[in-house]
């Protein structure tokens, strides 16, 4: 009786073995964003993360083979965030710097992007360069190259009345609206796609404040497998004219930087 059981034990293992199925669920990635910075990456009416990052995110997973989590952060702690591994990748219009660098191993840049100024319309008091600043209550987002730039400049922040950030856009253009602060300075993606919504609210003025910038998609810094997986896969949408077709579904042209 014990040979029996000890063979009806070993059959019984064998086959347990070689029932077991390999798993059909796809690899899950968390992407950070901040989830009011449209058109890179916002809500619709419907509550849904939609937006050009969005898009261009969920086309490199689909070849990828693996499926993205849009999670909203703190755009001001997302480095924290990132080597916490609360998010594996951040995709929302990042502005490559060298502060960032630092922390974040980035993509090639797949966009351009400077700094530009935005008041009421009507009303650009006067304002034709970044030395026009003075005495007046100046607003951008935190955590943005445009705090960067304006903290780096000691002169030039001294110069205004007050300067005032906020965790998202749409906080700052209602201050905007409303004569809370006299301009901002804005991501020029941002502040475009902002005016073309409501134009009769907004004027830009054309002044370039600080370097123009590159935008590129972040990882941890030692992810370096992560970063040309998806790198590779992102490449694929570019060579065959899809990142194109996106941008022009944004922008009404074809913004995306060619890697030659």
């Given amino acids: 009786m014990r040979k029996i059981f000890l063979l009806l034990l070993i059959i019984l293992t064998v086959s347990g073995c070689g029932s077991e199925q390999p798993s059909n669920t796809a690899r899950k990635l968390v992407i950070g964003i901040d989830d009011e ?119 030039l922040k001294k110069s205004f009345k007050e300067f005032k950030t906020y965790r998202n856009f749409r906080d700052a253009f209602s201050d905007l609206e409303n004569g809370v602060v006299d301009v901002l300075i804005v991501d020029e993606i941002a502040g475009r796609f902002e005016m073309s919504k409501v134009p009769s609210k907004f004027d830009p003025i054309e002044v370039t404040i600080g370097p123009v910038t590159e935008i590129g998609i972040g990882f941890r810094k030692d992810d370096t497998a992560l970063r040309d997986e998806v790198q590779t896969a992102f490449d694929s949408i570019i060579k065959d004219g899809t990142a194109r077709k996106i941008s022009e579904q944004w922008f009404q042209a074809d913004l995306i930087k060619l890697h030659r």
């Fill in 37 to 155: 910075y449209a058109p890179m990456g916002f809500r619709n009416e419907k509550g849904e993360i939609i937006g050009f990052d969005i898009d261009l995110a969920e086309e490199t997973a689909k070849r990828m083979g693996v499926e993205f989590k849009f999670l909203p952060i703190n755009w001001n702690s997302k480095e924290d965030e990132l080597d916490s591994g609360r998010i594996d990748i951040i995709w929302n219009g990042l502005d490559i710097t060298p502060e960032r660098k630092e922390r974040i191993l980035y993509s090639k840049p797949y966009m351009d992007n400077r700094q530009i100024l935005l008041v009421q319309k009507d009303n650009d008091q006067g304002i034709r360069s970044e030395n026009d600043l003075e005495g007046k209550i100046v607003g951008t987002q935190a955590g943005s190259n445009s705090e960067t730039y304006i903290d780096q400049n000691e002169t």
